[in-house]
């Protein structure tokens, strides 16, 4: 059966050969499979190019510096009705596009949809508590109207985000910042099943603590960047 709407998933990368085959075999194994999977190479210095060609995936160059273009690039490249986005090192499950195309086919029509994270290179407990206290955040944000379509999972309509002017060239909260300017347009809505994994690797670099207050104050308006490149 063909799919009702086509589907791109932009996946931004610099120096991510080690993280890309996870992500992309994640992707070859769920229940729905994307129409197209573009890699954004950010002028890796690696085999990131590569590495997402042998996987199948489109392969978008992307010269300037920083996950903003590299998000961007690949928005502008997607052939897609709508664009999933996920980061190199996270792990998609199986029922995360099936879910998401759920709610896109929806009576309600949303414009821009997003799903939970959680740790998957972290100790079982710190698995659970992640999953359960970022569900929370999730929900709270959502009862506050303040959708959080971060960047290793969110979903939205094509079209509208062309419409709104795609992502703002931030240092950080490029994704936040798009999910508000098309939760204006129209309807942000949470997909409790759409679970992505990511990485913890982030927040090891820099401890628990700052990792979440780094968070913290990115939400609150500030751009601070998590790392910087070496």
Known sequence: MRDKIKISVVIPA???????????????NGIRKPNQIIVVDNA????????????????????????????QAGLEAAWGDWIATTDADSRPSQHWLSALERAILSP???????????????????????????????????LCRLPMLAGANSAFSH????????????????????GKALTREGRSNYVRDA????????????????????????????????????
């Open 14 to 28: 610099y120096n991510e050969e080690k993280w890309l085959p996870g992500v992309l075999a994640a992707l070859h």
């Open 44 to 71: 890796s210095t690696d085999n990131t190019a590569n590495v997402a060609r042998s996987w199948g995936a489109d392969v978008v160059f992307c010269e300037e510096p920083g996950v903003a273009p590299a998000r």
């Open 108 to 142: 309600i029509k949303p414009q821009a949809l997003y799903g939970p994270l959680a740790f998957f290179d972290v100790a079982p407990f710190q698995k659970w508590t992640s999953e359960q206290l970022y569900r929370i955040f999730l929900r709270t944000t959502t």
């Open 159 to 178: 079209e509208h985000a062309i419409r709104v002017g795609g992502y703002p060239n931030l240092h950080v909260g490029e994704d936040i910042a798009l």
């Open 195 to 230: 679970l992505v994994w990511t990485s913890a690797r982030r927040m090891k670099e820099i401890g628990w603590f700052q990792f979440l207050t780094l968070h913290l104050r990115n939400l609150s308006g500030q751009q601070i960047e998590y790392f910087h490149r070496t």
